[in-house]
């Protein structure tokens, strides 16, 4: 058996509290703990905060609506 190559293994993974900023207002909603490699710069995550996601969500599907809805809707 040859296990050299997965002996090698030297996880550098952290977990890092990262702030996720709201795409839409720059609005920070959240800290999320996140996996970074080693000691790399971290800044914050992009995302939307569930306040936008709804509002987008209602507009996305006015506009399906809107456009007639063409493609039959798999889910309800
Ligand atoms: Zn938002």
């Given at each position: 058996m040859d296990m050299d190559k997965t002996q090698?293994?030297?996880n550098p993974i952290?977990?890092?509290t990262i702030p996720k900023v709201c795409?839409?207002?720059k609005k920070m909603y959240e800290l999320n703990l996140w996996e970074v490699d080693g000691d790399k710069r971290?800044?914050?995550s992009h995302g939307m905060c569930p306040e936008c996601h709804k509002k987008h969500v209602a507009q996305y599907k006015a506009d399906v609506e809107?456009?007639?809805e063409k493609k039959g809707a798999s889910e309800d």
């Amino acid at each position: 058996m040859d296990m050299d190559k997965t002996q090698k293994i030297k996880n550098p993974i952290r977990f890092k509290t990262i702030p996720k900023v709201c795409s839409w207002y720059k609005k920070m909603y959240e800290l999320n703990l996140w996996e970074v490699d080693g000691d790399k710069r971290t800044g914050v995550s992009h995302g939307m905060c569930p306040e936008c996601h709804k509002k987008h969500v209602a507009q996305y599907k006015a506009d399906v609506e809107a456009s007639g809805e063409k493609k039959g809707a798999s889910e309800d």
